[in-house]
């Protein structure tokens, strides 16, 4: 008789055993699709401020360097890496009134459009700021 109590909680060890190691498996697998989801967040806020780095440094760049008006309205392409990241720059006048009514020259509206691949896909980012041209120049 006691053997077939024994036998009996044997079975039940083993279902135990077994529930528990799937218990573990669910826990396991929740805990690495967690950092699997970090380590891609911390990935795309990475290459986030890198572009964003890189569209305030092209803008310091051009608004920072003496050049013609003529220049200065040319639209840029300026290569930012090997891996075909590049960014557009243009300056597009603004046609704004002061109070008067007279036209304000040489107020301008600059954009850095930065394109680059991740992955297969093309993204792009763009920056737009106000700049008064003859405000900077010598």
Same mark, same amino acid.
Request: net charge negative; hydrophobic share 45%.
């Given at each position: 008789m006691k053997a077939g109590v024994l036998r009996r909680d044997a079975g039940f060890m083993l279902m135990e055993a077994i529930l528990a190691l799937a218990i573990f498996s669910i826990v396991i697998t929740g805990i690495v699709s967690a950092l699997n989801a970090t380590a891609s967040l911390v990935n795309t806020v990475r290459s986030e401020r890198w572009i964003q780095k890189q569209q305030e /440094?092209?803008?310091?760049?051009? *608004?920072?360097? +003496?050049?013609?008006?003529?220049?200065?309205?040319? #639209?840029?392409?300026? +290569? *930012?890496?090997?891996?075909?990241?590049?960014? *557009?720059?243009?300056?597009? +006048?603004?046609?704004?009134? /002061?109070?008067?009514?007279?036209?304000? #020259?040489?107020?301008?509206?600059? #954009?850095?459009t930065i394109e680059w691949l991740e992955g297969r896909t093309k993204r792009q980012s763009k920056l737009t700021t106000q700049h008064y041209y003859p405000l900077y120049q010598n």
């Open positions: /440094n092209v803008l310091i760049e051009v *608004l920072k360097t +003496p050049m013609t008006l003529e220049e200065f309205q040319e #639209e840029k392409v300026i +290569p *930012l890496d090997s891996l075909g990241a590049q960014a *557009l720059v243009t300056a597009i +006048p603004l046609q704004l009134e /002061n109070q008067d009514g007279d036209i304000l #020259e040489g107020l301008y509206q600059v #954009e850095v």
